[in-house]
Structures are given as C-alpha cells and as structure tokens.
C-alpha cells in the first residue's frame, strides 16, 4: 500500500514564527500532491496544490522534490488562525485514488 | 453553488441497526469516496466508486456498504456488523483530472447509544 507519512508534531510556535511542515511519500508513480488543511471537528480543507516548481500563496510556500519523494510546506508569520491540522496527500499518476498523510497538529500561541 | 452535501450532520445509531448517511454532489465528479475519522487519527478509506454502477474496497469496508446509481449520489450503510462504528465520516468526490484535489463534504458525526 502507498503511504505518505508526516511529523504528528504537535508544533507549538509563537505568533509571528515561520513553521515548516514535511512529507514523504513512498510511491514514485505519485503525480499530484496537495497541502489540505483540517479544524477541529470539521471536513478537511484544500489549502494548495504541489507543483515541481515550487509555489506560494501569500505566507504559505509549497515545494516538491521528485528526487528525494519529499513534500514541504512553509509557513511565514504564524498567525492564531494557522491553528490546525495539516495534512499532506498524495495522488497517483492514474487520477485515482488520494492517500492522506496522518497529519501534522499545529498550535499558533499568543 | 456547486458543492458536496452530507447529511444528516449527526446521527445516533442503536446496537445492532443499520444506519444510511447520505452524500450527493452537484459537482459532475465520477469519483466519490467515504472516509471514516477517529479522533485524532486520520483518514481511513471505507469505499470508493470511479463509474456509476461500480465501486471498490477501501482499506476498512468490513461492517459497511455502498451503492452508486447514480452519478451524484453514493450512500454509505453502516451495518450491524460493524463493531465500532462510533466515528466521524467523510464523503469526497473528484474530478479524474490528476492535477484536481477532493472536495470535501461537512461530515456525519455518528454515535452509538
């Protein structure tokens, strides 16, 4: 079975930190990838797709390295809000299924 | 607005009886798919269904079952049979684009009495 696996953390970080979440996944036949992001108690959130290139938006940066089968999201200037579980996910090359990371929990403090 | 509705948001299920959660999209996806979430844990696969009329086994489809008749609609059934259904479910659908995320619907926390 494909996995992805994740730091569970959680990362307690201060407001105004720069946190940086990583993923590995096992399939090399993964084509797509994907940052969701999860609150309590609720669905799970398409936060940002993965490109080759790298991409961002706004305070948060998403890079993929083919190579070494490593998924990366950064996040500048934590804010409260950021509070959540992130999840990282893989989807293979067929257009099929997805298979989700466990998650990494992260608390922004005051 | 296209989305992804589940309902009902909660449910209370008795030992021993079926229960239905519904999933119904307006999205055009082919791909559905249920999820089951334990606290704190993550998303497990149950069922999933690419084409109307077919779907396959997740990772955790023992004590569950589903159907697909139509393209915008796929109920999951949990059954009796399933020993420890007290979870919160997903429903998802997809575009077969490979470069296209889920869509996630709202959840069906369900617990047993």
């Known amino acids: 079975r494909k996995e992805v696996e994740q730091d569970p953390g959680p990362f307690n970080v201060p407001e105004g930190a720069t946190v940086a979440f990583n993923c590995t996944y096992s399939?090399?036949?993964?084509?797509?990838f994907f940052w969701y992001r999860q609150d309590c108690r609720k669905e799970p959130k398409l936060l940002m797709s993965?490109?080759?290139s790298g991409n961002e938006d706004g305070r948060f940066t998403a890079q993929l390295n083919r190579a070494s089968q490593y998924i990366s999201l950064l996040i500048r200037d934590s804010k409260l809000s950021d509070s959540a579980t992130y999840l990282c996910?893989?989807?293979?090359?067929?257009?099929?299924?997805?298979?989700f990371g466990p998650g990494t929990r992260l608390s922004v403090l005051p | 607005d296209g989305g992804i509705t589940q309902s009902p948001k909660y449910l209370f299920r008795k030992e021993g009886q079926n229960v239905t959660l519904s999933c119904e999209q307006n999205?055009?996806?082919?791909?559905m798919y249920w999820y089951r979430q334990d606290p704190g844990q993550g998303l497990r696969l149950i069922y999933y269904?690419?084409?109307?009329?077919?779907?396959q086994k997740g990772d955790i489809a023992e004590g569950y079952s589903v159907s697909r008749e139509k393209k915008e609609s796929f109920p999951l059934t949990v059954t009796s049979a399933q020993k420890n259904p007290t979870a919160f479910y997903l429903c998802?659908?997809?575009?077969?684009?490979?470069?296209?995320?889920?869509?996630f619907g709202s959840g069906t926390r369900l617990t047993v009495v």
């Open positions: 269904s690419q084409i109307v009329n077919d779907f």
């Open positions: 993965v490109y080759s």
């Open positions: 999205l055009n996806h082919d791909a």
């Open positions: 399939n090399s036949a993964s084509q797509s």
């Open positions: 996910v893989a989807r293979d090359n067929y257009g099929q299924n997805f298979v």
């Open positions: 998802a659908s997809s575009s077969m684009t490979a470069g296209n995320g889920y869509t």
